[in-house]
């Protein structure tokens, strides 16, 4: 038995409990607790991409019984969230909404108004977490994506350290519960944990949001961040399934791979707890103690991801840890990312 599993009472609010929202049947999700006190689902709801359809799948989601959603200011959909959460009518007290700063606003004299656009779209008092998108800052303006003459990006001179210590201010005065980062590598948390004096709650970020899957598994990333008391998020954590990677980025190494769910490996270990590949995949990043956020804008494949927080014995867990490759759909590096979101 995993771990988490084991520890799921003391951990997770997992039950067979079923509460009803707008008529339907909403399932409970497993969750963990940050190093704030606070619960974060173990699986949630990605919004990137699809705007137009994003007021409704969340909306959606949420009937469902997904309760974490992620999202971000350079995202675009921050107002498609905030109506979908609206028009669900569950409490906001029940939803765990996490946003992210763009790097235009890391600046210690924007963070705070680049929070308050945020608070206004997603039309909420407060987010439950905001990340750092990136460890990486763009001169300050309405651009996000500032560029000079030759098409390279500007970068500002704000360090990310600096920002860090004005997101902490923000969870000071309440309007953020929790903070972290995103797409940091070991060194750069380190420098957050060296170099601020007061870090979250306890001198540490509560949450790293990062690329995880069985192509790109991270176990030992993973483990140091276990032990230091900070939860990891799985973006992408269905691997190579967005076909926006593919096409915009990939390198020639792992454009050839087929999609981790179409595995053969993953389809006869849900066989044996009747469950999808998808449902597998996921299950896998919730019993190593870790959140997932795939995105969907379909109807059953957002039915299919919430019920993925079941427990899979020690030796699925070794097989799906030999679909290893070290394989990075999204860049980690900025102007990766940027090539991506342009
Ligand atoms: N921090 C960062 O830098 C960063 C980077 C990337 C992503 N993210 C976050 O992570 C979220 C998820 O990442 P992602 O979109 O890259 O990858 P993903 O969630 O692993 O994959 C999304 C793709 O999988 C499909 N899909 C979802 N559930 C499925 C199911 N049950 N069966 C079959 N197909 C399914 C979706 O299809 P449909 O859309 O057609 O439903 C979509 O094409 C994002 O939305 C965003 O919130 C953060």
Redesign the pocket.
């Known amino acids: 038995m995993s771990s988490v599993f084991m520890n799921k009472i003391a951990i997770a609010t997992r039950s067979s409990n079923r509460s009803r929202v707008f008529g339907q049947k909403a399932r409970t999700i497993m969750s963990f607790t940050l190093n704030t006190g606070a619960k974060i689902p173990a699986i949630g709801f990605?919004?990137?991409?699809?705007p137009d359809a994003q007021e409704d799948a969340v909306c959606q989601a949420l009937q469902k019984g997904l309760r974490l959603i992620?999202?971000?200011r350079v995202?675009d959909v921050e107002k498609q969230v905030g109506r979908g959460v609206k028009k669900t009518g569950v409490k906001r007290e029940d939803i765990f909404i996490a946003t992210?700063l763009w790097c235009n606003d890391y600046h210690p004299e924007t963070v705070s108004r680049a929070l308050e656009d945020s608070l206004s779209d997603l039309d909420t008092p407060y987010v439950d977490l905001l990340?750092m998108?990136?460890p990486c800052t763009f001169a300050s303006g309405a651009d996000r994506f500032p560029r000079d003459a030759s098409g390279k990006m500007i970068h500002g001179k704000t360090d990310y350290v600096d920002t860090w210590r004005a997101l902490e201010r923000l969870v000071g005065e309440g309007r953020v519960r929790a903070i972290g980062v995103?797409?940091f590598s070991k060194g750069e948390v380190q420098r957050l944990l060296d170099e601020t004096s007061v870090v979250s709650h306890r001198k540490i970020p509560a949450v790293h949001?990062m690329?995880v899957?069985p192509y790109l598994q991270q176990q030992t990333f993973s483990d140091w961040h276990r032990r230091l008391g900070i939860h990891i998020i799985q973006?992408?954590?269905?691997?190579n399934?967005?076909?926006f990677?593919r096409q915009t980025g990939w390198s020639k190494e792992i454009s050839h791979m087929m999609r981790v769910?179409d595995q053969p490996v993953l389809k006869s270990i849900g066989e044996k707890y009747g469950k999808?590949p998808?449902q597998v995949v996921l299950a896998w990043g919730v019993n190593h103690g870790r959140s997932v956020?795939?995105?969907?804008?379909?109807d059953w494949?957002i039915d299919?991801?919430v019920a993925a927080d079941f427990e899979l014995e020690r030796e699925d867990m070794e097989i799906i840890s030999e679909l290893d490759a070290k394989a990075r759909c999204?860049y980690r590096d900025i102007q990766g990312?940027v090539c991506l979101l342009m």
Do not use: C, R, W
């Open positions: 990605g919004t990137f991409q699809d992620d999202t971000a995202y992210k990340l998108h990136y995103s797409n949001q690329e899957h973006f992408s954590p269905l691997g399934m967005n076909d990677y769910i999808s998808v956020i795939p995105k969907s804008v379909v494949q299919e991801n999204v990312a």
